[in-house]
């Protein structure tokens, strides 16, 4: 069976080129399709509002993430602490820090809130820098397009987490350390959206539209802004869905090396860098970050597989087909039982 027959009449056509009549109605409707989506959509919701929601919930939990409670903390044990499971009880939801008491529920929350502030704040900055090097580079002359070029395939083979680090120890101790880090991250983390950009521009730039536009007078800034711009918005998109998590691992390991956010102020990173000689004796304060930080990467690499695939439906065709072509009698199969009656009908021949 041919790829065309396994799709219906027209609908090739259609999955390749797909009408603007579409639009976000039919995003939305092929998010809502997939389960993991939207289980991946509700996990990050519910994690987002936890985080802007911080205060009101430490409020209702009776608990804030810098008081220390020398009592909850055992100190002939080396300060552990005291109960099961770390400490929990009706006061403190998930237990406590061992060596310190501080509430582990308060910390996680308030430490949602700076890594999650670092990872979409790293994100929007690379997105600005790569989007602007990658349509100057596709629009500029050819010495600009060979110079940004060759600026972003170092960008690219630079290793970015031993420069995070490198920067970060330079910087004077009082310099606000999330800024810090946003800085940081979106210097050096705009390459890839800038070779992506570049490449779409030049295939749009050679679409009829934008030499439509070019015709009918427009400048280079009118079909940036009213041509180029709306059509790189879903690649773009789909890039930053998948860099949030980059971004949030890259946070979380620059704090777990002590390069990140400083103590008080609580990061997940920083949580799993004190939490590495407490595992044996309280294995909680190492379960419960891990697992958090492990959830969120996983859901937003979900929801940005999904939004990737909702925005270019060719995909989704892609996946049908190759999902049908894997199934008994199909093309492949269709040819082997031909053979076979060929090979009998031809040995029948034979015998007659």
């Not at 050819?142 to 070029?149: E, I, P």
């Not at 040819?335 to 090979?343: A, D, F, I, T, V």
């Amino acid at each position: 069976m041919a790829v065309q027959d396994v799709l219906a009449p027209g609908a090739a056509e259609q999955a390749a080129a797909p009408g603007p009549s579409e639009g976000a109605h039919g995003v939305w409707r092929r998010l809502r399709a997939r389960r993991s989506a939207v289980v991946a959509a509700a996990v990050l919701a519910v994690l987002i509002l936890a985080a802007l929601a911080a205060p009101l919930l430490t409020h209702l939990n009776g608990q804030d993430p810098y008081t220390y409670h020398d009592g909850l903390v055992d100190s002939a044990s080396g300060g552990a602490p005291r109960g099961a499971f770390g400490g929990v009880s009706g006061e403190h939801w998930l237990g406590v820090e061992p060596g310190t008491g501080r509430d582990l529920f308060a910390r996680l929350v308030y430490g949602a809130r700076i890594s999650l502030f670092v990872a979409v704040g790293a994100t929007l900055l690379q997105l600005v820098i790569g989007v602007s090097v990658g349509l100057a580079a596709a629009l500029g002359r050819r010495w600009a397009d060979q110079v940004l070029s060759r600026v972003t395939d170092v960008m690219v083979a630079l290793p970015m987490l031993v420069l995070a680090i490198a920067l970060t120890t330079v910087v004077p101790q009082d310099f606000p350390r999330p800024l810090l880090l946003i800085l940081v991250m979106g210097v050096l983390g705009w390459a890839g959206t800038a070779r992506l950009v570049r490449a779409q521009t030049l295939t749009l730039g050679r679409l009829d539209f934008v030499a439509a536009a070019r015709l009918g007078g427009s400048g280079p800034l009118r079909v940036v802004r009213r041509e180029l711009l709306p059509s790189l918005a879903a690649p773009v998109f789909t890039f930053a869905a998948i860099l949030l998590p980059v971004n949030i691992v890259l946070e979380a390991s620059l704090s777990f090396l002590g390069m990140g956010v400083k103590p008080p102020t609580p990061s997940w990173g920083q949580m799993l860098s004190t939490a590495s000689t407490w595992f044996r004796a309280d294995p909680m304060y190492v379960l419960v970050p891990s697992g958090l930080l492990f959830v969120t990467v996983l859901a937003f690499t979900v929801l940005g597989d999904a939004v990737r695939t909702a925005l270019d439906p060719r995909e989704a065709s892609r996946l049908r087909v190759g999902r049908e072509t894997g199934r008994p009698g199909t093309r492949r199969g269709g040819k082997q039982e031909s053979r076979g009656s060929g090979g009998s009908g031809g040995s029948g021949g034979a015998e007659a």
